[in-house]
């Protein structure tokens, strides 16, 4: 089950009495709880069906009487647990979880984990109720997911704008909504994010960012590694060096698993992994101008400079300084 289909079934009016939402990613449990609570009641039922509480606030006995009430002048009601995670006696829940009313419809987000499956209450839920479990998203699924994202909104986005986007923010669902959805408010008529948007938007300069740092990298361009070093060390914020190492030891961490790859198939080589198949031809061209011997360095040097870079062995170097000695000794 999974939380498209959950506000699916809602939106045809086919609800459950609980529903348990679990997990590490919010973003998903977010976008469930705020669809209960501003969509399935209309306004004038919200005011008398709508219950919400806070875990670290609530009491057990109060959450139940919330929801044994009947709904008044609708035909259900909503009462939502937000925060559950950090409820005491949750487990107390169980008595009405057992025997739930069907027109109440009971949200809980439970987040950053899951309830105990050895529990009495795991294996309640799991007859009981609707348990919806998130884990938090692996970095190689973020670009699928932008482009998914944005095409669900009726609109496309170029390959590059997704790489500089994903690259610049990281794994942080909410925020990448919310980026996109800024950029969309200021397309106009246009219907695709290019990165151009992505520079003007969010701020990510399109020529001078970790990700072009890391295609210079693969094609042994010195000369535009340093450009790119200059402008980090002109622009502080733009990429601070524990930004910049932890892009770079993914490529050329990735690109060592690839020596032990006898598949020659770019989507099998992805698989085997743990990349998206867009990045594979950059983890190729490394190892092309690399080869294993260099790759090995250039997995010992990060290992070198990231130490250096938290004043290990090193009396206050710059980071740029860090960087611009650290790539010359890879491609050299």
């Not at 246009?190 to 990165?195: D, H």
């Not at 094609?219 to 980090?232: E, T």
């Not at 980071?319 to 790539?327: H, N, Q």
Request: proline fraction near 2%; aromatic fraction near 10%.
């Amino acid at each position: 089950m999974s939380a498209e289909k959950i506000i699916s079934d809602w939106k045809k009016k086919l609800f459950k009495p609980v529903y348990w939402l679990e997990g590490e990613e919010d973003y998903f449990i977010d976008k469930i709880v705020h669809y209960a609570e501003h969509n399935i009641l209309t306004e004038s039922e919200a005011g008398f069906n709508l219950t919400v509480f806070y875990g670290r606030d609530a009491d057990w006995t109060q959450v139940i009487n919330a929801c044994k009430r009947y709904p008044m002048f609708a035909e259900r009601q909503v009462v939502l647990l937000k925060e559950a995670q950090h409820m005491r006696d949750i487990d107390k829940l169980e008595s009405y979880i057992s025997q739930p009313l069907s027109s109440t419809i009971f949200v809980v987000a439970y987040k950053e984990k899951k309830v105990d499956g050895r529990t009495q209450l795991a294996k309640l839920l799991k007859t009981k109720a609707e348990v919806f479990t998130t884990k938090k998203m692996y970095d190689n699924a973020l670009p699928d997911w932008t482009n998914e994202l944005v095409k669900g909104k009726g609109y496309t986005i170029s390959q590059k704008a997704v790489l500089l986007l994903v690259d610049h923010i990281g794994n942080d669902l909410s925020r990448i909504d919310n980026e996109v959805d800024k950029m969309l408010v200021n397309l106009g008529t246009r219907t695709n994010i290019t990165e151009d948007d992505i520079e003007k938007y969010v701020g990510v300069s399109k020529e001078y960012n970790p990700f072009e740092l890391q295609s210079a990298m693969a094609a042994k361009d010195l000369s535009k590694a340093m450009r790119i070093i200059q402008y980090f060390e002109a622009n502080p914020k733009a990429a601070p060096i524990q930004l910049v190492l932890p892009t770079l030891y993914n490529l050329f961490s990735k690109t060592y698993m690839i020596f032990g790859q006898s598949s020659k198939d770019d989507k099998t080589i992805a698989a085997n992994i743990g990349v998206n198949a867009w990045f594979v031809k950059d983890y190729l061209l490394v190892a092309r101008n690399y080869g294993y011997n260099g790759v090995e360095k250039a997995l010992l040097l990060l290992h070198h400079y990231n130490l250096r870079s938290v004043g290990v062995n090193d009396t206050g170097s710059s980071d740029a300084s860090l960087l611009k000695e650290m790539v010359a000794k890879m491609v050299n």
